[in-house]
Nanobody, 121 residues
Framework: QVQLVESGGGLVQAGGSLRLSCAAS????????VGWFRQAPGKEREFVAD????????GYGGFVKERFAISRDNAKKTVYLQMNSLKPQDAAVYYC??????????????WGQGTQVTVSS
């Protein structure tokens, strides 16, 4: 089992940058794929990016357009989301989630509590 805690959210001006962190606990973190998702008020949850247990980037949401970068440091049990050129429409609660890399399901089993990102125009 793994517990996830996001941090790094906050208020930033349009065009600015933030780096979100997803800190994990649990001895087997290196066997988990991790994804970032976001949800804005009144909207459905949206996929942002995901990364495999060994650090290979699996993909980004279509809206990212090379503005965001996902990475992980397994020694620190942390996954990062570097967000550049932020736009007001990027404002949302950002969540990280984990699933075992050998899972037959595409569903994520563990979720953090989220971190708020606000972008002012």
């Amino acid at each position: 089992q793994v517990q996830l805690v996001e941090s790094g959210g906050g208020l930033v001006q349009a065009g600015g940058s933030l780096r979100l962190s997803c800190a994990a606990s649990g001895r087997t973190f290196t066997t988990y794929d991790v994804g970032w998702f976001r949800q804005a008020p009144g909207k459905e949850r949206e996929f942002v990016a995901d990364i495999s247990s060994n650090g290979a980037i699996k993909g980004y949401g279509g809206f990212v357009k090379e503005r965001f970068a996902i990475s992980r440091d397994n020694a620190k049990k942390t996954v990062y989301l570097q967000m550049n050129s932020l736009k007001p429409q990027d404002a949302a609660v950002y969540y990280c989630a984990a699933r075992r890399s050998d899972s037959a399901s595409n569903e994520y089993d563990y979720w953090g509590q989220g971190t708020q990102v606000t972008v002012s125009s």
